[in-house]
């Protein structure tokens, strides 16, 4: 790794720190981009079951304000449900918003490298191509090995950046539309409990202890 460093130069260097913070931003949003930790599938039965009994309160919503952001989310409307269907509504847009923003945690970050590290590797090529044309005015055209290899060490940050800019690419993309589909899910969950509160929608039979 140190001599395809020193080969590609200095601009290798924030190509690297790139990667390295690509990686780690792809490992972090894998674990917290968890379906099943965002919105567990027991939660909106266990919202039902409190309904059904008449068990709201403070903590129960509490402990299911805890337990995820879709429980949090879910808590925010119930303990504002009193007030009638839009402020429930408003509570729950408010909190959502803040969960989606957490969502997208660091998603900007992973697209502002995937569209960096190709420059940067542009950029490194074109300094190590002017290297190369100042070794040729100074000492002319005569080794062709060493201009060949002057060549392809300018190239190599190119190259570089190309390999980290695309799986960031990648990883970004897929990221964006696991939030969009997390996003809908909790969406239609906090709909589906606005319903079940005031009246215009029947628990479903699953959701009965």
Same mark, same amino acid.
């Given at each position: 790794?140190?001599?395809?460093?020193?080969?590609?130069?200095w601009?290798?260097?924030?190509?690297?720190?790139?990667?390295?913070?690509?990686?780690?931003?792809?490992?972090?949003?894998?674990?917290?981009?968890?379906?099943?930790?965002?919105?567990?599938?027991?939660?909106?039965?266990?919202?039902?079951?409190?309904?059904?009994?008449?068990?709201?309160?403070?903590?129960?919503?509490?402990?299911?304000?805890?337990?995820?952001?879709?429980?949090?989310?879910?808590?925010?409307?119930?303990?504002?449900?009193?007030?009638?269907?839009?402020?429930m509504?408003?509570?729950?847009?408010?909190?959502?918003?803040?969960?989606?923003?957490?969502?997208?945690?660091?998603?900007?970050?992973?697209?502002?490298i995937? /569209?960096?590290?190709?420059?940067?590797? @542009? &950029?490194? !090529?074109?300094? #190590?191509?002017?290297?190369?044309?100042? *070794? =040729?005015?100074?000492?002319?055209?005569?080794?062709?090995?060493?201009? /060949?290899?002057?060549?392809?060490?300018? @190239? &190599?940050? !190119?190259?570089? #950046?190309?390999?980290?800019?695309?799986? *960031? =690419?990648?990883?970004?993309?897929?990221?964006?539309?696991?939030?969009?589909?997390?996003?809908?899910?909790?969406?239609?969950?906090?709909?589906?409990?606005?319903?079940?509160?005031?009246?215009?929608r029947?628990?479903?039979?699953?959701?009965?202890?």
């Open positions: 790794m140190q001599d395809l460093v020193q080969s590609g130069g601009m290798m260097l924030p190509i690297l720190i790139c990667s390295v913070v690509a990686l780690a931003i792809v490992v972090e949003r894998f674990w917290t981009l968890r379906p099943s930790k965002l919105a567990p599938a027991d939660t909106l039965p266990q919202v039902q079951t409190l309904l059904k009994r008449g068990l709201l309160n403070e903590g129960n919503l509490v402990k299911l304000r805890d337990s995820s952001p879709l429980g949090r989310i879910l808590a925010t409307g119930l303990a504002n449900a009193r007030h009638g269907r839009d402020i509504k408003e509570s729950i847009q408010e909190s959502a918003t803040i969960v989606v923003h957490e969502l997208e945690k660091f998603l900007s970050t992973l697209g502002s995937a /569209a960096i590290t190709p420059l940067l590797g @542009l &950029l490194g !090529t074109v300094i #190590g191509m002017i290297d190369v044309f100042a *070794a =040729i005015m100074m000492h002319g055209t005569g080794d062709a090995a060493q201009l /060949a290899g002057g060549i392809s060490q300018a @190239l &190599l940050t !190119t190259a570089a #950046g190309l390999v980290v800019a695309i799986p *960031a =690419i990648f990883f970004h993309r897929f990221f964006v539309r696991r939030v969009e589909e997390i996003t809908m899910e909790l969406e239609q969950s906090a709909v589906h409990v606005v319903d079940l509160v005031h009246g215009d029947e628990a479903e039979p699953g959701g009965k202890a």
